[in-house]
Each structure stands twice: as C-alpha cells, then as structure tokens.
C-alpha cells in the first residue's frame, strides 16, 4: 500500500508539472494561477488518503505509523515542488526557446 502511496505522489507531481507548464507556455503565465487551483486539488486528495490509510491500520507499531506519516509528508513536497519546477522551467523555456508558428495562407 505504501508504494502505492508513493507512487500516486510521484504521478500527482508530473500530472502538476505537465498541466501547469502547458497552460503557462500555451496561454500565458497568469495561467499558471490554474496550476495552483492543480496543486490545492491534488494536496486535499493525499489528505484525504493520509486520513483513510492511518486510520485502517489501526495494529501497527508506532514507527510504522511515523513512517507512513512521514511518506505522506514527503508526497506533499513532491507536490509543491513539481510546481516549483514547472514556473522555473516555464522561464528557462521562454528565454532560450523561441515557438513561432506560421500559417501557410497568412500575408504579413
């Protein structure tokens, strides 16, 4: 269960990179607030999980339970910084890529 949990925080993560990098590069950076409405999202859901796992296991020992807290802890840094990582990646694209797309038919 533990890597399941773990793995849904790494999911979460690039899910929060790929969107809000998309959106700020595709729409502009103020799209990126929609990154942040993303991130609340995807942090209620690993409390709500955090909620449902610590209560079902109820006959752990006590450093199975710091544990699977700590892991808990961890998807939520692995969360905020997904995002992190997509606004600085969104900058370094924007500075050294240059997107130009052409149409065919169009006069300048």
Not at 72 to 79: A, G, K, P, R, V
């Amino acid at each position: 269960m533990i890597e399941f949990v773990i793995l849904l925080g790494v999911i979460g993560g690039w899910i929060i990179v790929a969107s809000t990098l998309f959106l700020m590069i595709a729409l502009g950076k103020m799209w990126g607030l929609a990154g942040v409405l993303i991130l609340v999202l995807a942090i209620q859901i690993n409390h709500w999980l955090k909620r449902k796992y610590m209560g079902a296991i109820v006959d752990a020992t006590p450093r199975a339970k710091e544990i699977a807290a700590h892991i808990f802890e961890m998807n939520e840094l692995i969360l905020l910084s997904s995002y992190l990582i997509s606004i600085v990646l969104c900058v370094v694209i924007q500075k050294y890529v240059e997107i130009v797309i052409k149409f065919p038919h169009m006069v300048r």
